[in-house]
């Protein structure tokens, strides 16, 4: 039996999401000792900074205590260790999925900040204006290459932009992204119907 990997965790979060998916599509939840972590930007968390000076999940600890974030290496390194294929090695499938990663994470990065802003007393108009706008940009390239999305062989790519719409769904359910991108939606709810998806799902609590 291979030893325990411990990884910093929460449900609601969307880049722990991204490993979950990953560990699930390669068979190694069994592998995952789950620690329930809770990182928040205003509020440092003393003990998760023991293993991950900036406080943040997903965080996973090795057996041999060595410490590795954050979110695609986690990924990418789950990948290597079943021997899977959601980091393309080589070629244009490498680029794509690479690029995919980045505008999914991208758009992320965008909605936490968003969201944190408009949660502020006077959030700054400019600034909610300015996640809006990268939202529907990013929201238009994605609707235009869902044909290649939904053609290319399942990688980080296509996990990392699937948890930013998820992470959409949930704490921007008014936004109704939806209408104006129906072709991304459509692949997103049949790339949902994944078990692997269907059990990671974000909640509260
Ligand atoms: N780039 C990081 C982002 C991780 C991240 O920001 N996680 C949030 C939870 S959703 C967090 O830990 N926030 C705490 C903080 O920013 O101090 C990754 O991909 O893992």
Redesign the pocket.
């Known amino acids: 039996m291979a030893r325990q990997l411990t990884l910093h965790w929460?449900p609601?979060?969307?880049?722990?999401r991204?490993v979950m998916v990953c560990a699930h599509e390669l068979g190694l939840v069994p592998q995952l000792e789950l620690v329930r972590s809770v990182?928040?930007?205003l509020r440092?968390n003393a003990a998760l900074m023991e293993v991950n000076p900036?406080?943040?999940?997903?965080t996973l600890v090795l057996p041999d205590g060595r410490v590795l974030?954050?979110?695609?290496v986690?990924c990418e390194y789950l990948d290597h260790l079943a021997g899977g294929t959601l980091f393309p090695a080589t070629g244009d499938a490498r680029w794509q999925s690479l690029r995919w990663h980045a505008l999914g994470?991208g758009l992320l990065?965008a909605l936490?900040l968003w969201r944190n802003e408009r949660e502020r007393g006077v959030p700054v108009e400019q600034l909610l204006d300015a996640f809006a706008l990268k939202a529907d940009k990013a929201l238009a390239v994605l609707e235009h290459e869902t044909p290649a999305l939904a053609a290319a062989p399942l990688c980080i790519g296509q996990i990392t932009v699937a948890c930013a719409l998820g992470y959409m769904d949930y704490r921007f359910d008014t936004l109704g992204w939806r209408s104006r991108a129906p072709r991304l939606a459509g692949w997103l709810a049949e790339l949902s119907q994944r078990p692997s998806f269907k059990a990671t799902e974000p909640i509260d609590g």
């Open positions: 929460s609601k979060s969307p880049y722990v991204k990182a928040a930007m440092p900036l406080s943040k999940i997903p974030y954050d979110s695609v986690i994470d990065d936490i």
